[in-house]
């Protein structure tokens, strides 16, 4: 891949300016309530941080890691938790948040796991919305970007062990 040039699809300045708009939106949807941010390791921590940065109401932010890529391009299908919540969630109003939501079946898989820890409420957050994949009928609540059917990396997301660092979302062409 380092062969092939960047096409940048969404920049740096884009993906601010849209990451501003989502945390003014939890933040009005969730200032009398206690927030829960359950950040998805590893694709979702720099989207996580810049977006908790922006909430301007207070929140209590938590990981939780699962596996259902490895290196591949496409989910295995099978989510496996590879690290567990570790916090009390009873009379917290979780926000699940995700990098991508592709086939959907991480964030049901995990959506159901959070109910497990009696939440007053459980909604999702994702940078990236890629509904042509769509495997199950779940759609976040909130989104950054809706995305075609094509593998991207940046920001976050990752090709094999590498490639979250850059600032932008790209593919290559």
Known sequence: MENKKE???ISAEEIAKKV??????ISNDYKDKKLYILSLLRGSFIYTADLVRKIDIPVKIGFMATSSYGDNEKSSGKVKIVQDIADNLSGFDVLVVDDIIDSGTTMKFVMEHVKKFNPSSVKSCVLLDKPERRAIDIEPDYKCFTIDD?????YGLNYG???RNKPY????E
């Open 20 to 25: 501003s708009e989502v945390a003014a939106s």
């Open 150 to 154: 094509v593998f991207v990396v940046g």
């Open 169 to 172: 979302i790209f593919n290559w």
């Open 161 to 163: 062990d590498y490639y």
């Open 7 to 9: 096409n940048v699809l």
